[in-house]
């Protein structure tokens, strides 16, 4: 099997997850607030940037619009479940301070 070059979207990305996990364990604040989209994001891209050294292409090298009709289509499905928690009450949230519902959508979207 032949092995390709890591990509540099790869190293960005594991930059980022560090320094979003950092701000998360450290609570550097506005940072810590916001650190999940980037953990995530991070991880995502450092993943596939392996998948692209070890096979020499993955979904975001061959087909970027699926890559991001990913992202898309699991914010819908989460949302999914958020109304499902409407009536049964299975969980809920501990904000740090009240949100408006625009603000809450998106943060809880990403």
């Known amino acids: 099997m032949q092995r390709h070059r890591f990509p540099i979207y790869g190293i960005v990305a594991l930059g980022v997850c560090l320094a979003a996990w950092a701000s998360s364990w450290l609570r550097v604040d506005p940072l ?3 650190s999940f989209f980037p953990l995530w994001l991070g991880y995502i891209l450092f993943i596939d940037a392996l998948v692209v050294m070890r096979q020499g292409k993955s979904i975001l090298t061959r087909a970027r619009w ?3 009709l990913l992202f898309l ?3 819908l499905f989460w949302w999914v479940f958020e109304g499902l928690n409407v009536p049964v009450h299975n969980w ?3 904000l740090d301070r009240p949100y408006s519902p625009l603000a809450y959508f998106l943060i809880a979207s990403l």
Do not use: M
């Open 32 to 34: 810590y607030r916001y």
């Open 66 to 68: 699926r890559y991001l």
């Open 73 to 75: 289509t699991s914010s």
């Open 92 to 94: 809920h949230y501990i």
